[in-house]
């Protein structure tokens, strides 16, 4: 009897270890979901263009650009994990309605982009893609960082680093190691983990008027880490939570308005 527990729970064992293993070698494919189509730009949006960014390490990042009108601010939009820039036509149509100027781009291994997704690499694409948004807004001042789930990791770190009007987080996270542990809650996730996203480490160092949506109906990343990551950033900070929404609600009529009221609030203050 003995014999028979001791064999089945060496299979047990082997079966966990064999789990752990496959997560570990598959987290990326888990966490990178893109759309490798090229992203043309869409007739919802007829100021915009198309436009290759060249970054640090020599990949070359599909954009979207919309001039600002005179006045107006530029928006620097970070997308999230899935899909292409495509698949958010419709919120950017929304953004620029008023004459607000757009930048958008691809990550690596998205809509036509080179390269392979890594937190590394999502970090130098948004470095430059801000280096280009800024030429086109003309100054600080007249640049809202724009961060949609997987991409408040890369806004946060661009407001740690580089000055801005403000920035938005739609969706955010304290880091992708408290979503990953929530989630797969029976391994040890930070020991597996190679893009942990810790958010929570460089949101107390931006230097710029925070605003945070979310929903409270999110099971894609739980309203609980995008309230933690609010406390542990500085004033001055809002946070809209929105009831009985899911992920991702900036898309939302009442939610845009309000937050295109925001930015008009901080581009002007």
């Known amino acids: 009897m003995m014999r028979g527990l001791r064999f089945l729970l060496y299979l047990a064992a082997v079966a966990y270890l064999g789990a752990a293993a496959v997560l570990y070698f598959t987290q990326r494919q888990l966490l990178y979901r893109p759309d490798v189509t090229i992203a043309e730009v869409p007739p919802a949006l007829p100021r915009a263009v198309s436009q290759q960014i060249l970054t640090a390490d020599r990949e070359t990042l599909n954009a979207w650009v919309v001039p600002p009108a005179e006045g107006k601010p530029v928006l620097l939009y970070l997308h999230g994990n899935a899909g292409n820039l495509s698949g958010r ?7 620029t309605a008023n004459g607000n100027g757009l930048l958008a781009i691809d990550w690596r291994g998205y809509g036509g982009s080179t390269g392979e997704p890594s937190e590394d690499g999502l970090m130098r694409d948004a470095e430059a893609a801000y280096a280009t948004a800024l030429a086109l807004a003309g100054s600080p001042q007249r640049l809202i960082i724009i961060g949609e789930s ?10 740690t680093r580089q000055a801005a009007a403000g920035l938005i987080l ?9 979503v990953a542990s929530d989630r797969y809650w029976m391994f040890p996730v930070s020991l597996l983990l190679v893009d942990p996203f810790r958010s929570d480490l460089l949101i107390g160092k931006i230097k710029v008027p925070l605003l945070i949506m979310h929903g409270d109906q999110d099971r894609v990343v739980p309203i609980r880490f995008g309230e933690k990551l609010f406390a542990l950033a500085p004033e001055p900070k809002e946070f809209m939570r929105v009831p009985g929404r899911g992920h991702l609600v900036l898309a939302i009529p009442d939610v ?12 002007n203050r």
């Open 150 to 159: 997987l991409g408040t990791g890369p806004a946060i770190m661009l407001a």
């Open 256 to 267: 845009m308005a309000r937050a295109q009221a925001w930015i008009d609030q901080v581009v």
């Open 170 to 178: 739609d969706a955010p996270y304290s880091s992708i190691r408290d």
């Open 89 to 95: 036509a419709a919120r950017f149509a929304a953004l």
